[in-house]
């Protein structure tokens, strides 16, 4: 096929066919006029523009609500996870302070509360919310 190879012809393609301009068809009503506005064109992206924006407003929602979401689980984890090592803190020391002897009786009980709310008052780890 010798015309195959006219790829450098404007008006040919490489089949050797006619090419029509890209505009061909098109309603005359829908193109632009003379100083480049297209109506339809502009509506299509206003309208694409409010789909977005709409979208968006949706988005926000959602992460407003999954950030709430997340603190609520991350103030309940810090609430249970200090509990716990005041807990253990209590606990250590409770055992340390009768190991030492001398808490024996109604008074010794007494001192032992005094001598432990004492001890963790200063230490506690507070799990307050944030």
Do not use: C
């Not at 949706?58 to 309940?76: M, Y």
């Amino acid at each position: 096929m010798p015309w195959a190879n006219h790829t450098d012809d404007m008006n040919m393609n490489t089949y050797g066919a006619q090419q029509t301009p890209n505009n061909a068809g098109v309603n005359p009503k829908l193109d632009e006029d003379k100083n480049g506005f297209n109506p339809y064109i502009q509506g299509i992206g206003a309208a694409k523009d409010l789909g977005n924006l709409y979208l968006g407003f949706q988005s926000l929602n959602l992460g407003k609500k999954q950030f709430k979401q997340n603190r609520n689980a991350f103030n309940t984890n810090l609430a249970n996870q200090s509990r716990l090592i005041n807990n253990q803190m209590e606990e250590r020391k409770r055992v340390s302070l009768l190991q030492g002897g001398g808490y024996g009786g109604q008074e010794g009980q007494t001192k032992l509360a005094t001598d432990l709310e004492s001890y963790l008052a200063p230490r506690r780890v507070s799990g307050a919310p944030i």
